[in-house]
């Protein structure tokens, strides 16, 4: 069973200036909670134990968020908030979360380097620290996960984009093995229209056997100049079998600000103190644009 995770969370999160100045992209709230404890629960709701985040320069937040706050706990307990009580300290023992410092900005790819040591032999998740994915019956990681217990290889999560968009993201090339499962061939970073093998885009989660490690260490610069990941599984596919799951959910990219803005919408419709007031405030609102 897979008990460890990697959360890359080192950008600098420019689309969000000027907030991410100062303030990881990662903690900015959906509702009420950072986008990167959202994150860490379903990494935590799929089985994993161990989580280690590589972050970066004012980054500092994301690591006290997860630790311990006694002067608020003993604050909240004299007002005997209890609720909020429970909701701050249940934070801190989500799971052993663990930090490395990514010294430079080189790209996912080098980031991921960093969690080797943690790894060791073992097959890992990585989840993207800056994506909301809400998956359907059980979380996207848990999803991979069963696919890698059947295959003992590694897996990543796809979703159907539009052809418009390619280049915004890696594409598998494959061929359906199962329901929703592909045997990839090839993997291409952000290719153009005429490039793309499909339409299917490498959506943020992955599950990987440690052998990425040394693929990883041999992949030069890519687009940007920086360790593209998607360089790195285009050579390991060419002797690791891998596999692609067109999984059962739906992928908030909060990455930009008209998706960071309909995410908090979403999200704040089901949230159980303002989901209805805000239901009630958009029907009137709606009727005056």
Do not use: C
Not at 91 to 107: D, T, V
Not at 211 to 226: A, R, S, V
């Amino acid at each position: 069973m897979i008990k460890k995770a990697v959360i890359p969370a080192a950008g600098w999160g420019t689309r969000f200036l000027p907030i991410t100045k100062s303030q990881p992209k990662e903690m900015i709230p959906i509702v009420d909670t950072p986008v990167i404890q959202y994150v860490v629960e379903e990494a935590v709701s799929s089985g994993i134990t161990d989580i280690l985040m590589i972050i970066g320069k004012g980054k500092r937040a994301i690591e006290e968020h997860f630790d311990r706050s006694p002067v608020l706990e003993e604050s909240l307990l004299a007002k005997q908030q209890y609720d909020l009580l429970e909701q701050i300290k249940k934070i801190s023992n989500l799971a052993n979360i663990y930090f490395i410092w990514q010294k430079e900005m080189n790209g996912l790819g080098d980031a991921i380097r960093y969690a080797r040591d943690h790894v060791g032999n073992e097959p890992f998740a990585v989840l993207l620290g800056d994506t909301l994915i809400s998956g359907e019956g059980e979380p996207i990681t848990k999803q991979l996960i069963d696919v890698y217990e059947r295959y003992k290889s590694s897996v990543v999560a796809l979703e159907e984009v539009s052809m418009e968009n390619v280049h915004k993201y890696g594409i598998i090339k494959g061929k359906q093995l199962e329901k929703n499962v592909l045997i990839a061939e090839d993997f291409i970073e952000k290719p153009s229209i005429g490039e793309a093998p499909s339409n299917l885009a490498i959506a943020s989660r992955y599950v990987f056997t440690p052998e990425i490690f040394d693929y990883l260490d041999n992949t030069k610069p890519g687009k940007n100049n920086e360790i593209q990941l998607t360089d790195a599984m285009k050579e390991m596919v060419k002797k690791y079998a891998m596999y692609g799951l067109k999984f059962k959910g739906t992928r908030y990219d909060i990455g930009n600000k008209l998706d960071f803005l309909k995410t908090n919408i979403i999200y704040g419709l089901v949230h159980e103190e303002v989901g209805e007031p805000l239901r009630e405030w958009l029907k009137d609102f709606i009727k005056e644009l």
